[in-house]
Structure formats: C-alpha cells, structure tokens
C-alpha cells in the first residue's frame, strides 16, 4: 500500500509543481481538473524522460571552496539524466535504462528494476549489480491476511483512498492567468500525435499568490473537506480488521463512541486549523523573507503539458530559471544562476506493458551492506578504468581517511608528552581508518589490523618496540594506557599506516591534530 500512494502522492506534487493548469473550470474546453484525475489512475505506460540541471558560478566564490567541493560543483554544472525505455507494468513493477551525462561530454550508464520484493541496480563501470530487498517495510501475506487483505485488496483500497482524496485537492486548485490552451500536433514516440497544448508562465510572485489562493480555496470549501473524510472513513471502516488496526471505533450504542460524525469534524477542525496556521504564516517574518527572497521574478516558471483526446497526458515539460543578483540576500552563494529543464513522452496508456524482471547474480552488492562499506571499498566495487571510479576516487576521494582531535578534546584528547612527542589513542586511530582492533590481556598486546593495507601492527603495554608485518620496529614511546585507553607515539603509528600527520593552531590554546591517508 506504501509503494502505491507514495506514487501517487508523487503525481500530485508533480502536477501540482507543473501547476498543471487546474482550476475550477474547463479551460479552452479542456477540463485539466479531469486531466490531473486520470493521471492519478494510470496504472500501466511506457515513457522516456529527460532532466537537466545548468548552474552558472561566480569564479572569485569557486576560488574560495576547496578543491574536493570545487570539482563536486564543476561536475554537476551541466548534468543531464536521461531515461528511456521506462516501463510501468503496475504499482510494484518497473524498468528503465538511462544514463547520466556531464557537461555534455562524459557519461555513465545505467539501468534499474523493480519488483515487489527487490530493486536492482546496474551502473556502467561496476562489477556486479546492486541490490535492494524491498521487503524490510513491507507488510507479510500473514499481515495481510489478518487484515482480511491481500495484494490485490491493497492497491484497490489505495485508489479508493487516492480517488477520496484527490478530488478536494485537485477542484481547489487555482489556475493561473497566463494560462493557454490550443490545438496542437505533437512527436510522441516518433508518432505525431493530434493533442490539446496546455502552457502557462509565472514568476516567484505569482507562485506565492497561487499557493495562497489554493491555502483559501481548500480552507473555503468546508462542505468539500467534510465529503472527503466523509468518504475516507467510510471506506477505512468497510474492512473491520483494518479499523481495528487503525482504531477507528463507531458508536454502536456504547455512550462514549465517537458518531461518523465525529470523526469527520473532529478531522475537518484539525486540518483547518492547520491551513489557517500555514495561510498566517505566509505573511510573517520567516515565511514572508523566504517568499520575498526566492518567490520574486528572479523565478520564473514555463511548463507545457500536451493532453489527448482520451484526457491522458501524453507529454509535459518545466522550464525553471532562478537569477541571484548582486543585491539578493543570496548573493553570498557562489551561485549566479540556476536552470532546471524536464520533458517526459508517454505512450500506451493504460496498455499491455511488461517490465524487465531485476537483474540478480551471485555477486550482486546489498546496498545495505553497501552503507556500511569504508570508502575505499565502495571505490573498489567500480574498474579502475570506468568514469565513476574516477569520479569517487579522484573528485569525492572516498579513498581519503582521517583522524581529526582537538587538544582539548573531552574524550581521548591526543597528549604532547615530555620531549614533545604526540600521543594518541590507538583504538580511535585504527577505527577511522576503518581498522580492527584486538587486545590481549594475557600479554598485554595491542594488534591492529589496517584492512586497507592489509598491515598488522603488533604492540605491548610498557614496550617501545611495535612489530609491523612481522619486523620489529622502536617507536618513539612506549604504548601507554591512560585511564583505560591505550596510547602510542602519534608520528610512529602515522608511519605505520602510510598516514601523514600535522599539528594546525586554532586558537592561543586550542590546536587540531589531522592525521590522514589517500588510499
């Protein structure tokens, strides 16, 4: 049921953000509030769609960034992601290919299926799939059935619901009054196709207008309000197991059961008095700042949306541009200007369409073990030679690792002992490296496995002799332990590790130790 409405919550915020023209009314005789209605119940289409993102910096602001995030910015500058080939089987089984494009010259391809247990990934360059069980949140066929549901009982109850809801939210939407609508042939799938072309173009302010004006018209239409739960406890309350479950109780004679009635108003109150908070605070100080520094004709919106006979969006594209100029309060950014262009073809509406089952092999990486990966093996799941190992190795650096404490640190704070020799916690050391750590009490041995490397460092309490890979080496400390933690001599456990280490001063008596490594 999750996966269901999450989709069609999705369609409404889309159409909502395209302000896919619906208004009260039939607009150059195209009902769009019909046209928003059916988009909700498509419950098969093939389509192919396209994003770009184009970000014009200030070069004396990239000047001041370091160069990992400089290059991060360089990167997404000019992205485009392309996707064909997307397949909508139903609300649990898709497929799509695509690819992402930098700048215009470089690419990484990819494609990805869903089904209703697993999501799989393949990305150009790596060596085996990605895989996501999908069933972690799911609810179990004995879940279900204790409801008295199964999967087919669960998308039906998620359209009623969507059906109960979308038509309060979608008849109160305003239409803005740039809007136009005219007759039009369009390529669609490489088939000119006779639709109604539906446009309008608003800036920030109008926008903040519309949102407003939506706010008052949904806060207007009580009668509507009340309808609408009305119809979405009735429908809740026709499966007894699923109300029990939400502990929705009618009264049925009882004297402190709550009416239908009850419940409606009960519902309908709380959602007014939210709509009436948010429709306040449009007008003050925080919410009225962000209106004027970003709903302002610095933002300007176009968006086309093409309709068939059938009322089905057959396609639809955004246009989004927002200019920072010098005197914006956002002109701190390094940012000058931002683009966002999307455009999406959909065809077979409604039709036959099978969606490529997920690609699964023996070696397939769980994108939960995936999170939990150092780095440098995530680097390592990609070949040397593909685009995206550059990418993470040398423009994210995830191979990069680190130690950072200050001197004044609460917990385990590196020491400067006699001699000015740095001291260090061994343990915290070896675990930003992503290194495991044992101790022996018997023997009063310290063993740290540095994965990475591969390297084992071996060192005794009260000895100034580590044993590296087998060879003993003399240590400009002894290992130490203060207050139950281990320490040892910062440069020379640096070395170990290939790892390079620097003292930076902060402030009079505050300094950061960084000891850290590129692998």
């Not at 999450?6 to 009314?25: D, N, T, Y």
């Not at 109604?196 to 309000?225: P, Q, T």
């Not at 995530?378 to 190992?389: A, E, G, H, R």
């Amino acid at each position: 049921m999750s996966k269901l409405l999450s989709r069609k919550w999705l369609l409404i915020v889309l159409a909502a953000a395209l302000f896919v023209m619906a208004g009260c009314q039939a607009v150059g005789g195209v009902d769009l509030n019909s046209v928003l209605k059916k988009s909700l119940k498509v419950t098969s289409s093939e389509s192919k769609q396209t994003f770009e993102l184009k970000m014009d910096f200030q070069e004396e602001a990239l000047e001041e960034l370091d160069e990992e995030e400089r290059l991060l910015l360089e990167l997404v500058s000019n992205l485009k992601v392309e996707l064909n080939d997307v397949k909508y089987e139903d609300s649990n089984h898709m497929s799509l290919e695509g690819k992402f494009i930098f700048n215009q010259e470089q690419s990484i391809g990819f494609a990805m299926q869903i089904s209703s247990t697993t999501l799989a990934v393949q990305l150009e360059g790596a060596k085996q799939p990605f895989v996501l069980d999908l069933t972690a949140d799911m609810l179990t066929e004995e879940e279900l059935s204790e409801l008295g549901m199964d999967e087919a009982s669960v998308a039906e109850l998620g359209v009623k619901i969507m059906d109960a809801v979308s038509g309060y939210a979608i008849d109160n939407l305003p239409n803005p009054k740039s809007i136009k609508v005219a007759p039009a042939f369009e390529s669609i799938n490489g088939i000119t196709t006779s639709v109604m072309h539906a446009s309008a173009e608003l800036d920030g302010a109008e926008i903040w207008s519309l949102l407003g004006d939506y706010i008052d018209a949904l806060l207007a239409d009580r009668k509507g309000m009340d309808a609408m739960l009305n119809e979405l406890i009735t429908i809740l309350m026709s499966n007894e197991a699923l109300a029990e479950e939400l502990d929705l109780y009618l009264n049925t004679g009882e004297l402190d059961a709550p009416t239908k009635e009850d419940l409606v108003k009960e519902a309908a109150d709380a959602i007014t008095e939210a709509l009436t908070e948010l429709r306040l605070n449009m007008d003050d100080s925080v919410l009225g700042d962000m209106a004027e520094t970003l709903f302002n004709k610095a933002l300007t919106v176009k968006a086309d949306v093409y309709v068939d006979s059938n009322l089905n969006i057959r396609k639809q594209g955004l246009d989004v541009n927002f200019t920072i100029d010098e005197e914006s309060e956002l002109s701190f950014l390094p940012i000058r200007s931002i683009q966002i262009k999307t455009m999406s073809e959909i065809w077979n509406v409604n039709g036959e369409v099978k969606a490529d089952k997920p690609v699964i092999t023996e070696k397939s990486i769980d994108l939960y073990e995936m999170d939990m990966m150092e780095g440098y093996e995530v680097v390592n799941l990609f070949k040397d030679d593909s685009m995206i190992y550059d990418i993470l190795k040398n423009k994210l650096h995830l191979t990069h690792q680190s130690y950072v404490a200050f001197s004044n640190d609460y917990y385990n704070a590196p020491i400067i002992v006699p001699g000015y020799i740095t001291i260090v916690p061994i343990r915290d050391v070896a675990d930003a490296f992503g290194a495991e750590t044992t101790y022996d009490a018997k023997t009063k041995t310290i063993t740290v496995h540095d994965i990475a490397t591969g390297t084992i460092i071996k060192t005794t309490v009260g000895s100034d002799i580590a044993n590296i890979n087998g060879k003993n080496v003399k240590w400009s400390f002894p290992t130490t332990i203060i207050d139950g933690t281990g320490y040892v001599a910062a440069r020379s456990l640096s070395e170990a590790l290939n790892a390079s280490i620097e003292w930076t001063k902060l402030y009079e008596d505050v300094k950061l130790l960084t000891i850290e490594r590129e692998l």
